[in-house]
């Protein structure tokens, strides 16, 4: 699995969360941390690991909570003898910050839009048309095989099954993704 933020997540979350979808001990769990590009990583070694005979059946895919990401004290295991301190946001530091150039990831985005002439405009109308791409396909049943309903238990009543894409924008125009 996928996982950039894993500051205060404990050891190999995929294999926390291997164990507590009730995988057997045996099932290998590896966690992946590509920045952005974690979960589709992780997609890619499942695959490769099916061709080349390694395995059979692979869970893979990304898992990511910002907002669980904690603040932390640099330098405050040996502790601090005078003067003022900084917390540090985990979100930004290792997971939004370039650290090569010293800014925010937002920044990156810009200036490769700048360098290869995107606008603004030209961006929004293509987020537009890939929500309303995965609308249709969502509403012809075009994910329905890829998708393993979970069933999520109720305090009362019987469990819910989750079976749909929570992401898809409905109707998505240029004016409600604005």
């Not at 966690?31 to 499942?46: D, Q, R």
């Not at 997971?95 to 360098?115: F, P, R």
């Amino acid at each position: 699995m996928g996982q950039v933020l894993t500051a205060a997540s404990g050891q190999n979350p995929a294999r926390q969360a291997s164990r507590k979808a009730g995988l057997p001990d045996m099932v290998p769990a590896m966690t992946i941390n590509k920045v952005c590009g974690s979960g589709l990583k992780a997609v890619m070694l499942a695959a490769n690991a099916i061709v080349a005979g390694e395995a059979e059946i692979v869970v893979a895919g990304g898992m990511e909570n910002m907002s669980a990401a904690p603040h932390v004290l640099p330098g405050s295991r040996d502790g601090f003898r005078m003067g003022d301190t900084k917390l540090v946001d985990s979100m930004i530091v290792d997971g939004l910050w370039d650290v090569y150039n010293q800014y925010h990831m937002g920044i990156t985005a810009e200036n490769v839009a700048k360098e290869y002439g995107i606008t603004r405009q030209a961006q929004d109308e293509f987020a537009v048309g890939s929500q309303n791409k995965a609308e249709a396909a969502q509403k012809a049943g075009k994910f329905d095989e890829e998708i393993v309903p979970v069933l999520i238990p109720q305090r009362k009543g019987d469990p819910v099954a989750f079976k749909t894409d929570e992401y898809v924008r409905q109707g998505a125009t240029l004016e409600s993704m604005a």
